[in-house]
């Protein structure tokens, strides 16, 4: 069964048009204009059980949008959603008792009492019986070493120690689906990787399938084995992280540095024959750009026999250089002038 | 599920208790104000038997007890909720399996207890020992008396709901939410009773439910309204609380469909 389906999902925003000046806030006050904004146009996708998928996008992409239309926050303008059986809006008390949802920048604890209080109030909303309570609560501070936070308010908690509160919270009551929105952000990286690995090892023995927003592309690929890239409101991107690597990925960089001065003519004569292209930072540093399908170690064959060569750095390119890429284009579509594709 | 919602109560009630020292002041200034509207009402009577069918000393009752009854219905129910729909933390009220505005009447019920026993009683004898008040000799009038604050509460609450729930449609409500604090205590009687209005104005006052606020009860408190009167007046009370119902639940839905989340 699929987790989450979406289909031709929209979501219009009116957007109060301000004129400007004095004459135009007279006319405000009487006949306001509005103008129609698509947050969320007409996208599809469907969520199988038990997988972890990241949503991203710039801000304001229409991320949070769609989460909140999952989740039976919002009504959607148009369009289809089931998530775990239910269409969220329509009978959202029913629907709500098997989804959990975490949004970084809010909290859904009650400020002024206790963290276990809170738990026990939301064991009561979620009405999870008092013996199942206790092995879920157990099993989960054990889990975030949270023994020593449990009776402290809310209000007394840092942002780290709040948000592994947050994830029990969202927990409790054992849902088979579970919303993050930013569930990383303003963290250490040491709460960061925690955080990752508890989710892991949550979606490997409960099989809890995984939605999350993050502007933190280390948590997608410590995460997710899918990626749905969102810009204006359209998904330009939606499959395995690897593809997107290997479709984007321009291959290796091959950074030299050698003992003598080197000039570019000489470069490219080495690598004659080879689709090799070199950048130069100075006349001791040079940079060969080696595409994925072809092996490094004929650059090395060429380059070592002809220059005394100091140091040599290979490196990929990054997840975060190819989506920093793919939001300026605005399109997960591979440029043309990209000859090896 | 019903003991969730007495949980509300519960937490709202020892969250208010951990703050009472504010309202030690609150009941300084009620005293105050019954003071001033018992010397003003001293002086217009002036030896007077009797105006608008009340006498010195029901209006002198009548002051106290309708002071004290808003030292209990009073919340700020409306503000609570404009400022979840404002900031965007209404959200996570969604997200959540109950009835929000059930919710919100739950925890006003809790703000309402704490500050019937720790502000109201202490307020109200506080105000027999100074003034001449006159309290209820039968126990009819004062189970007909507190049967009807309660209700004074859930309107003032139901018409507070209504007045939150408008952030969803006008961006800033706080016009809106002083508008209603004056026409609830002018028109409730709680400034003026009911009877001293023109008549045209009563007669409107008859197709609204400010005066089941705070002048109905407080008639029961004074003498003015005995036996079968009261089942009548609390009937007025009831029909009101039940008609309210139908335009929260309207605006609710509409709210439902309008929703836009603050704050991404």
Redesign the interface.
Known sequence: MQAIEVQDLRKN?RIQQSRGGLKGALQDLFAREYREVAAVNDISFTIPQGEICGYIGE?GAGK?TTI?ML?????PTSGHIKVNGYVP?QE???F??G?G?V?G????L?W??GVI?SFQ?LR????VSEADFKKRLDELVERLQLQELLSRPVRKLSLGQRMRCELVAALLHNPSIVFLDEPTIGLDIVVKSEIREFLKDLNRTQGTTILLTTHDLQDIEALCSRVIMLDAGSIIYDGGLDDLKTRWGRGREVRFQFGGAVQAAQLNAWTMGLPVTWTQESDLVATALVPADMAVSDVFSRVLGQAEVTDVQISETSTDEIVRQIYSSGSAEKPEEQPHV | ?S??YL?FIR?RFL?ML?YRVNYYSGILVYTLNIGVYYFTWQAIYGGKEQIAGFTAAQMTTYVAVSWMARAFYFNNLDREIATEIRD??I??Q??????YLLVKMMQGFGEGIFRFTMFMIPGMIIAVLLFPVQLPTSPVSWIGFLVMLFFSFLINSQINILIGLMAFFIENNDGLMRMKRVVVDLFSGLLIPISFFPGWLTSIMNFLPFQAITYLPGSVFTGRVQGTGILEVLGIQVIWFLILLIPIYFTWRAA??R???Q??
Request: hydrophobic fraction near 45%.
């Open positions: 925003f801000n949070s909140k989740t039976g926050i919002l009504v809006y959202r008390e029913k709500v008792q989804i949802v949004f920048q809010r909290s859904q009650w002024d009492i209080e109030l009561k909303v979620y009405q | 599920m003991s969730l949980d937490i969250t951990a965007g933390t959200a996570i969604f997200i959540r399996p109950y009835n439902r469909v929703l836009f989340v704050g991404g």
